[in-house]
């Protein structure tokens, strides 16, 4: 009977597939509404939780009888609140075609300079401020000038693969009209062109926007369709080779239907649908527009799409037939394909269950939230180059003090402390048996010395967790992986003599320095990498060499946790700045890895860490203090990743005496100082978690005390089923919606603007007899 239930259930499998093959392709962007505004180019950003518009307003659109380019040095690129439908700034005034980029905690604002004396939009100058609170503006600074035979029109910034990208339209004549041009940029201020990065060089495009999802940059442009004109979208890896998506496949096309546009005649029917941009903001996709003739105005549309940004562009390049999603599990019958760890193949379903509550180990990492990391080695002595392999007698910590990179980390509220034992370079901080590379063939100390040692003592002497990081690159024994994107790195040297080696530099580690609490294996140029291929036939190695490493440390160290490697504990944000996506969930489900910065092979319980350099380099390196990160920064950080869920590991980075430098010491006890002050003094909590099905909790203010500021935490132990929530003040009559969010988890700090009330209600959405609040409490917060 089993043996015909199984069939039965692959008969089933290739029906579902089937089925599904002969769906039509569908555009998933849903239209909203019609907004009654002119607007023309708009750019939706998501900016300290909240939804913003920058919006390019055209002084002749408020004059009545006024036509295009009429006081145009009167223009202006303004920031509207989508909340409360306000505009809170105008970062710039007589520019045009602005866009905007929001990066580690400002909002980065570019557009063309329309300059004086100069003819309507003949521009060659594109200028840049930006903002940490979208109201002080930065001075705006010319960043890029055209070359003699163009002028700008609209632009586009995104993040790229290694650093930024701008597009820009060029009225270049030996193109076609606003073709794309592609600079790029490490700092947001000087840019250079990428060699042959052109798009749009043989037919009309317009209106662009920019974004880097999943290795691919997508560009929006506008076809032209004689008559009328449709937004389209394309790929391309390098920004030279471009992939179009198929014809029949438009991003979003005009409705013939639609008239009543403003500022022209209200019988001209719509004909136009351009200027697309859009962010991702609370599980959906949000996406702005225009619509109108492309003549006088605009006709600003609001679109949505159920998913990420990387799903909606992977959408319109699928293979005919396929779906962006497997059959769901319905009824009593179960899948039975399952995926491998040991090869390429790729499977559908997989029968392995997994863990949706925490182990008593992760709990107790997730209840610490945060962490400081110490990056020291040789490359604190030459400029923090971590991929050289300098000589080691050039490590000298002469005055290297431990129990004073404990303290520093108390002094901010750290609860354990990761030390780089072994960086990229495979220089030992240990007396390691398995190279010479290491401190025991060095002068400091007569070669007795152990920073290992010295850190498990000064870190138990404090009362804080032990944490190793261990790379599991060598670039002094010569192996490693190549610096490609996830699932598409390669191995370098001999992995299969090294393998043994780097076991049993992870064996001394485990077992003669007692218990450890954190296992961190970097996922850069990691050689056992559950992607990595052989570079000759270019198939995964697998994850054999992963899971073994793994096992070692359950078995010398069972209540380790593991960040990291092919049996992750813990996931990376991935974020080196400091903050974690919201809304943030601390369970991976099945196809959820590659985006979540894990295998395919990882799902389950997976809480995210967030990881911060405090300076400019990872390791400390001559005349860095100035770029020593600010308290506002700091504080912003915290608020973006324990925030919302995640932990966070802050850097410190002893100089070549051995000593974390007194300006960093300095910021640190600041930066913890500025969190005791915040969350010292609750105006009132809730504390009393039990499982009793409640969906509104009541709080009173004493004395209807203003409060601006409240933090919320689920009990994890019991699993996470908060999906949403939000909170209302009551003015003795009726009550009001202050603020709104989605997840929860470990916790949840929002601010909102301040409320004075005498009680202030939160509503929970979730599973509903499985929610368990263990904390609400308000604060008035500087």
Not at 12 to 33: S, V
Not at 393 to 414: H, M, V
Not at 625 to 646: H, Q, W
């Amino acid at each position: 009977m089993n043996r015909i239930k199984s069939i039965a259930c692959i008969a089933l499998l290739f029906i579902c597939h089937h089925l599904l093959a002969q769906r039509e392709w569908e555009n998933p962007i849903k239209k909203e509404e019609r907004l009654g505004s002119p607007l023309v180019e708009t750019s939706p950003f998501v900016f300290q939780e909240k939804l913003f518009l920058l919006e390019n307003n055209q002084k002749f659109w408020d004059i009545p009888g006024a036509k295009p380019g009429d006081r145009f040095h009167e223009d202006e690129v303004r920031i509207r609140d989508l909340q409360t439908n306000q505009i809170i700034s105008t970062p710039l005034k007589n520019h045009g075609f602005g866009t905007v980029l929001t990066w580690e905690g400002r909002v980065y604002v570019f557009a063309g300079d329309y300059g004086q004396g100069k003819p309507w939009r003949k521009m060659t100058e594109i200028t840049m401020t930006s903002s940490a609170d979208l109201i002080n503006w930065s001075k705006p600074k010319t960043v890029l000038r055209a070359n003699e035979n163009e002028y700008f029109f609209n632009t586009a910034v995104t993040r790229g693969k290694e650093g930024f990208v701008l597009l820009y339209e060029t009225s270049d004549k030996q193109w076609k009209p606003f073709t794309f041009r592609y600079m790029s940029s490490s700092d947001l201020e000087n840019w250079k062109e990428i060699p042959d990065a052109v798009y749009g060089v043989d037919k009309y495009v317009g209106g662009p926007a920019l974004y880097y999802e999943g290795g691919w940059y997508y560009t929006l442009y506008l076809e032209s369709l004689q008559p009328g004109y449709e937004t389209r979208i394309t790929r391309s890896k390098d920004l030279v080779h471009w992939e179009d998506a198929p014809e029949d496949r438009p991003f979003v096309t005009y409705n013939p239907e639609y008239k009543n546009i403003p500022l022209i005649d209200p019988d001209i029917s719509e004909s136009n649908a351009s200027d697309i941009e859009l962010c991702y903001f609370q599980g959906k996709t949000i996406l702005y527009f225009t619509g109108s003739d492309q003549t006088t105005a605009g006709d600003l549309q609001r679109a949505t799409y159920d998913g990420t940004p990387k799903e909606l562009f992977e959408h319109f390049f699928k293979p005919e037939g396929q779906s962006d999603v497997a059959p769901k599990h319905q009824g009593d019958w179960q899948p039975v394909l399952e995926a491998g760890t040991e090869g390429a193949g790729t499977a559908v379903f997989s029968t392995k269950p997994f863990q949706t509550l925490p182990t008593e180990s992760q709990l107790a990492y997730q209840e610490r939230q945060l962490g400081a990391f110490i990056h020291f080695g040789p490359a604190t002595y030459i400029e923090s180059d971590m991929m050289s392999v300098p000589a080691a007698e050039i490590f000298n910590p002469y005055r290297l003090d431990a129990e004073q990179w404990a303290k520093t980390a108390k002094s901010f509220g750290a609860k354990h402390i990761v030390l780089t034992a072994k960086h990229h370079n495979g220089f030992c901080l240990w007396p390691t048996e398995t190279t010479d590379y290491s401190v025991k063939t060095i002068s400091w100390k007569g070669g007795k010395g152990d920073v290992v040692r010295e850190f498990v003592a000064a870190c138990r002497k404090y009362g804080l967790d032990i944490g190793l990081y261990v790379s599991g690159g060598d670039k002094h024994f010569g192996v490693s992986s190549t610096p490609d994107p996830q699932g598409e790195r390669k191995i370098v040297g001999d992995i299969h003599k090294y393998f043994p080696v780097f076991l049993e530099q992870l064996r001394e580690l485990l077992t003669n320095y007692g218990e450890i609490s954190y296992l961190w294996f970097d996922g850069a140029y990691d050689p056992f990498g559950w992607d990595v291929m052989d570079p000759e036939t270019m198939k995964p190695l697998g994850t054999a060499y992963g899971d073994a490493i793994h096992n070692m440390v359950r078995h010398l160290q069972p209540k380790a946790i593991v960040m990291g490697g092919t049996k992750p504990d813990v996931r990376w944000s991935g974020s080196e700045q400091g903050w974690a996506a919201y809304p943030l969930g601390n369970i991976v489900q099945p196809g959820e890895g590659f985006d979540k910065w894990v295998g395919p092979q990882s799902t389950g319980w997976i809480p995210a860490e967030a990881n911060l350099h405090t300076r400019s380099t990872w390791f400390w390196k001559p005349d860095s203090d100035k770029t020593l990160r600010d308290l506002p920064f700091l504080m912003n950080v915290y608020n973006e990743s324990i925030g919302r869920g995640a932990n966070l590991l802050v850097n410190m980075t002893p100089d070549t005496s051995g000593l974390i430098p007194a300006a960093e010491v300095k910021r640190l006890k600041e930066f913890g100082e500025a969190i005791a002050q915040t969350f010292s003094n609750p105006v009132a909590n809730y504390d009393q978690p039990q499982n009793n099905a409640n969906t509104t909790y009541t709080l009173t203010i004493p004395k209807n005390q203003t409060v601006n500021l409240m933090v919320l935490e689920e009990n994890i132990a019991n699993g996470q089923h908060i999906k949403q929530y939000s909170i209302e003040s009551f003015d003795g009559n009726n009550w009001h919606p202050v603020a709104e969010g989605l997840t929860i988890g470990r916790k949840r700090i929002h601010y909102f603007d301040p409320v004075k009330s005498a009680k202030l209600r939160l509503s929970l959405k979730g599973d509903e007899s499985k929610m368990e609040l263990k904390s609400f409490t308000v604060y008035q917060a500087d």
